[in-house]
């Protein structure tokens, strides 16, 4: 197990702080080699909220997910720092549990129920039409970015089996009785209204 976890941060260079992050030196803020800044005051907060609560790296990592939408390696180096777990414990923690993301979702994120109840209802159907859409498999984002596929337990809307709920941004849509015709239909439209977005911005300006 504790070489899953090496080759994870030899893959990510997690290790590592980049050039950019060493020579800026910066107390709150921090620079990947991609350009990409993260505010760590939130986080170090959370931080020291934490540190006397047993458990408190799945505490923290959850948290940090919230803030920055998964946990990249500038923020879990910035949690190995600011704790006395190291980067391979963190990253030990972070791959043992499925919510924890390591690479960025898509602006919607699809959480298709895999529960008994959608599983004899369709749900199968289901996935492989958002599979063969998108291109995608479960956990996978697009390359533009829009989509990634969750495959969930359940969500607990049994009674409109198959289900899926679609997650943009903080606003969560759930979506019952799907059939794959109407699956992609409710892609397409989202897929849709992004096309607009830029059209409208145009005549607003």
């Known amino acids: 197990m504790y070489v899953k976890y090496l080759t994870i941060l030899e893959e990510s260079g997690a290790g590592d702080r980049c050039g950019n992050i060493c020579e800026n030196n910066c107390e709150n803020n921090c620079e990947n080699c991609h350009g990409e800044m993260y505010d760590f005051r939130e986080l170090d907060d959370i931080i020291m909220q ?9 505490i923290i990592l959850q948290e940090a997910q919230r803030i920055y939408g998964y946990l990249p390696r500038e923020v879990i180096n910035r949690i190995s720092e600011r704790t006395e777990h190291t980067t391979a414990e963190i990253y030990g ?7 924890h993301r ?10 298709l129920c895999q529960g008994t109840a959608c599983h004899v209802s369709g749900a199968q159907q289901i996935e492989k039409a958002i599979k063969d859409e998108l291109e995608i498999e479960d956990g996978e984002t697009t390359e533009d970015m829009l989509f990634t596929l969750n495959n969930v ?8 089996a198959p289900v899926m709920m679609i997650k943009t941004g903080e606003e969560e849509e ?8 109407r699956t992609l239909e409710i892609i397409n439209g989202l897929r849709h209204l992004e096309e607009q977005e830029p059209e409208n911005e145009k005549e607003a300006v």
């Open 50 to 58: 934490a540190k006397l609560i047993k458990g408190n790296l799945i």
């Open 93 to 99: 923690v972070a791959t043992f549990y499925a919510h």
């Open 102 to 111: 390591l690479k960025p979702i898509g602006k919607h994120l699809i959480m």
């Open 153 to 160: 337990a359940c969500l607990g809307c049994c009674s409109l």
């Open 174 to 181: 759930t979506y019952g009785n799907l059939t794959p015709e």
